[in-house]
């Protein structure tokens, strides 16, 4: 499954948000991202903060996000940069 999400370049982690209810900020908090894989919608906190805009390819289900959500496990929707090739995600800039 294929969902919107920001890459904020200052803190390099990319920021996706799983359900409509979902709002997540990457780990400097200059980017937040909420509405879900649906109703996307992205703001940027400082008008100088570089980021981009991506396609991830989670390999999950919409029902994991949302079960991932309503749980608070928090295994979706922040992607660290990580050495650890078990956890790369594919990802497209649009």
């Known amino acids: 499954m294929?969902?919107?999400?920001i890459k904020c370049e200052?803190?390099?982690?990319?920021?996706y948000s799983r359900t409509?209810?979902?709002m997540r900020e990457c780990e400097c908090g200059r980017v937040v991202v909420?509405?879900?894989f649906k109703n996307f919608k992205f703001e940027v906190r400082d008008k100088k903060t570089k980021f981009q805009k991506l396609n991830v390819d989670?390999?999950?289900t919409p029902d994991d996000l949302?079960?991932?959500?309503e749980k608070m496990e928090d295994k979706f929707g922040l992607i660290?940069?990580?050495n650890n090739n078990k956890e790369k995600k594919t990802t497209y800039i649009f």
Do not use: P, W
Request: aromatic residues 16%.
């Open 34 to 36: 909420y509405g879900g």
């Open 58 to 60: 989670l390999n999950v």
């Open 80 to 82: 660290r940069k990580t």
């Open 2 to 5: 294929f969902v919107k999400a």
């Open 66 to 69: 949302y079960r991932d959500y």
């Open 10 to 15: 200052e803190c390099n982690t990319t920021v």
């Open 20 to 22: 409509m209810e979902d």
